[in-house]
Every structure is written in C-alpha cells, then in structure tokens.
C-alpha cells in the first residue's frame, strides 16, 4: 500500500469525518492505486486520543496477495491460517486482515470490506433494494452475503453477528462516490423510505483543495456511509507526490511518544 494523499485539520468536521472529536485530526489515504478506481482505506488521527474500544462492527479487511504474505512471514508479524491459504491477520489497534495467497489481482488486491449486521435479510435489503448493490453471493447457512456496484470493485460482505452491533468508539464509515447530481436524489429516497440520514447534504472544504458535497447516511445497524460528489471528488483525490513527507513531517511534529509516557499509556507500534 502507498500513502496517497495527508492532509492535517486544526478542528473536527463539520459532518464528523473523524468521529464525535472536535479537536485537531489529520487523515491519511492508502491504497495500491489511484482512490477514483481502487479500494482506499481513510486512517483517522484523532491528536491527544490515545485509544479506541473496537466493537463487532467492523470485522475486516481481504486482501489476495501472496506478496502481502511473504512480507509478514519475512518479517515475523503474527499470521494465522484461518482455511487453507487464507491468513488472519492484525494491524496495530486490533484492526483485522485477511491476506490470501495468490497472485496478486490486478484491479485491485483489495478484494472485499466485512461489516457485522444483526439481521442479514435486513440489511441486504437495504444496501441492495434502497442503494442498489447487486448481490453476487447470499449464504443463509453462513449468514452472509456478498454485494458490490461492479464486477471489478472491492465488494462489501455483510456477515451476521448472533445479536446486535456494537460500533465501540472508532467509528468508521465506507464511503463511495457518485455524480454530484445523484445526491440530492439519494438523500430524497431516504427521506421518503424513513431512514435515517446522519448529514443531510452538505459541503465540505478541504484546506488548498477541492470542496466536496456529501450525503451521510446509516444502515439499519448505524453503520455509516457517505456518498461523495464524484467530480470535485476526483480533483480532491489527486495522488499527492508529497503525501510520503507530509505524513512523516506530522508524525515527527506530534511527539506523540512524549503524550503516551506523559499519560502512562504504551503506544502501539508495527
């Protein structure tokens, strides 16, 4: 994975990008490509919080790439073969992966997002029938089904939990971008089916670059999930050839070792 684009906010969103934190956070974008084709994961910095309580919402990442294996085992981090050629893995913070060994895909190596749901039926009935997913598998005895926009995108699974979904205190969001001229219908048919909308459109600036328009919505379970105006979207996305110095210039400023000690807490490291 590449750090793509890094960006730093001296205050919290105005549609919660970064939780329910109002104070100074930063944003890092990573991915194997370009965000406006491939799966990219938004890793939220929320300065002066030194931990988060991971809930059963998020259940993990997939990844087909034997060079993603290779890599751990060269460098000794813990795998576990949950089936055959299928590894679990975790990322500093409990954040789960499962890295499988093959060749990697070309597309994209990120092969699926796995999100925790109390009802698989009502679930599936509101991400295919209400935001138009096509379901590509649905396994009743597994609880869980296989969904996505296309053939050649990173998929969606949702997987039954037994019981209700806790978000603990991370809160994540999947984001997906569309025309621009798509969101005030999106937020009209929530409006209309009686479910919920967390950020009703609104814009969102970006310090130096584009200004975005989104929609936030929350599934039956509250997950979160933003629909992005696609054309300021793609100008705001832009691979920043400075991303890499960016990111290690507010690594080296935050002295975040120095608040860990101060606060008694050990920091995780990879």
Known sequence: LQVLRHEEFEE?????????????????????????????AELTYNYGIGEYRLGND??????????????????????KEVTSGVFETEAPGGYKFYLEDKEQLKQDPVWKVTLGVSDLQKSVSYWSGLLGMKIYE?????????????????????????????????????????????????????????????????SLDTPGKATVQVVILADPDGHEICFVGDEAFRE???????????????MAADKSDKWFADHNMKKVSA
């Open 12 to 40: 919290g969103c105005k549609a919660t990008c970064n939780g329910p934190y109002d104070g100074k956070w930063s944003k890092t974008m990573v991915g194997y490509g370009p965000e406006d084709n491939h799966f990219v």
């Open 58 to 79: 998020f259940l993990g990442i997939t990844l087909v790439s034997s060079q993603a294996v290779s890599n751990a085992k060269k460098v000794g981090w813990p795998l």
């Open 138 to 202: 649905k396994d009743e005895e597994k609880q869980r089904a296989l969904l996505g926009y296309a053939d050649n995108q990173c998929k969606l699974e949702l997987k039954a939990v037994g019981g209700a979904v806790d978000h603990g205190t991370a809160f994540g969001r999947i984001a997906f971008s569309c025309p621009k001229e798509e969101l005030p219908n999106i937020e009209a048919l929530m409006k209309k089916e009686n479910q919920k909308i967390l950020t009703p459109l609104v």
């Open 236 to 250: 705001l996305s832009k691979l920043d050839p400075d991303g890499d110095k960016l990111l290690d210039d507010a």
